[in-house]
């Protein structure tokens, strides 16, 4: 995947710039997969093949995180949300029509599907607060992707809040305030 770079924090690096090298992260943030590679990583088999009778309901497969691991899935942290906001930057949208491009071919494709949208948090704040802040930031994805075209039936939404970071760091972390998007559409009951 090719990542683009802040330019001052290439020249800032490159000049030996201690102040700007943070800024490398937040620029490596701002890449985001292609509809291409979307599609690719989406539309993969599961991990493992559940069959037909073992698969489980939404609400199930949403509080088990052994079943979620097993879906395709995308960290999609290109969506930089801003700490304590659901807001998408309207620069950001182009990334969510990236997505939805994406999203479009699959049920194309396969007639029917269904994508989980899972919002997260990271660990600054109260459980509560960063549970109510996950769940918005999802909704704000899948808000987004229904005005793209993606019919409301094939998403479903869930926030984590701060129980599954990606660093594991009690301060602000922009790489845990993220959405993840699976498809989980082997995996439940219906599909």
């Known amino acids: 995947m090719t990542r683009i770079l802040d330019r001052r924090a290439?020249?800032?690096i490159l000049a030996?710039?201690?102040?700007?090298?943070?800024?490398?992260?937040?620029?490596?943030?701002?890449?985001?997969?292609?509809a291409a590679e979307l599609l690719e990583r989406l539309g993969a088999?599961?991990?493992m093949v559940i069959a037909p009778d073992a698969r489980v309901?939404?609400?199930?497969?949403?509080?088990?995180r052994d079943l979620r691991r097993i879906a395709p899935s995308v960290d999609i942290q290109s969506i930089n949300f801003a700490f304590g906001s659901a807001r998408i930057p309207p620069r950001e949208i182009w990334k969510i029509d990236e997505i939805a491009s994406a999203m479009r071919q699959l049920l194309?494709?396969?007639?029917?599907?269904l994508f989980l949208i899972e919002g997260h948090t990271d660990a600054v704040g109260s459980n509560e607060a960063n549970l109510r802040l996950s769940r918005a930031r999802a909704r704000s994805v899948a808000d987004e992707l229904a005005r793209s075209g993606i019919p409301n039936n094939a998403i479903e939404t869930i926030g984590y809040g701060e129980e599954d970071l990606l660093?594991?760091?009690?301060?602000?972390?922009?790489?845990?305030?993220?959405?993840?998007?699976?498809r989980v559409t082997d995996l439940v009951i219906g599909y």
Request: overall charge positive; cysteine-free; charged content about 30%.
């Open 45 to 47: 088999d599961p991990s």
């Open 167 to 182: 660093v594991p760091t009690r301060r602000a972390d922009w790489r845990n305030r993220r959405v993840t998007l699976r």
């Open 57 to 64: 309901s939404v609400r199930e497969l949403t509080r088990r």
């Open 108 to 113: 194309r494709r396969r007639g029917r599907e």
């Open 16 to 34: 030996g710039g201690a102040a700007t090298f943070t800024a490398l992260p937040q620029a490596l943030a701002q890449s985001t997969p292609t």
């Open 10 to 12: 290439v020249l800032g």
